[in-house]
Nanobody, 125 residues
Framework: VQLQASGGGLVQAGGSLRLSCAAS????????IGWFRRAPGKEREFVAV???????????DYADSVKGRFTISRDNAKNTVYLQMNSLKPEDTAVYYC????????????????WGQGTLVTVSS
C-alpha cells in the first residue's frame, strides 16, 4: 500500500510538529505502519511503529533517540497515522517517511514499503 507523509516544516529547537500519514483505497489498520527518517548523508533509520495483534493488542515501539518525545497514533476513522513530535532537536532534522509492512515486530526498513517522497523536517538551533 502506497502511503503519503505530510506535515513537515521548519521549527525551532524545543518546538513541535505533527506529521500525518495517509493512504487511499486501503485500510491502514490492516498493516503495521512505521515512521522512518533519513538525515543528510545518513541511512534511513527507524523512528516509530504502530502495530496490532490479537494477542497483544496495539503496540507502539520507538527508537531510543525519540522515546518520550515522539508519539505515534492512528485514527481509524480518518485512515491516518500520526507522528506527534515534541521537544524537537536539531538532530531530528531529516526527511520523514511512513510506510507499511506485513511483518509484525520489524524495525527494518527492508520490511516496509513502498516508499513515498517523505516530508522534510528542519529543526533550527
Amino acid at each position: 500500500v502506497q502511503l503519503q507523509a505530510s506535515g513537515g516544516g521548519l521549527v525551532q529547537a524545543g518546538g513541535s510538529l505533527r506529521l500525518s500519514c495517509a493512504a487511499s483505497g486501503r485500510t491502514l489498520s490492516d498493516y503495521v505502519i512505521g515512521w522512518f527518517r533519513r538525515a543528510p548523508g545518513k541511512e534511513r533509520e527507524f523512528v516509530a511503529v504502530i502495530r496490532w495483534s490479537s494477542w497483544s493488542g496495539r503496540v507502539n515501539d520507538y527508537a531510543d533517540s525519540v522515546k518520550g518525545r515522539f508519539t505515534i497514533s492512528r485514527d481509524n476513522a480518518k485512515n491516518t497515522v500520526y507522528l506527534q513530535m515534541n521537544s524537537l532537536k536539531p538532530e531530528d532534522t531529516a526527511v520523514y517517511y511512513c510506510a507499511a509492512s506485513s511483518t509484525y515486530g520489524s524495525r527494518w526498513p527492508g520490511d516496509f514499503g513502498p516508499w513515498g517522497q517523505g516530508t522534510l523536517v528542519t529543526v533550527s538551533s
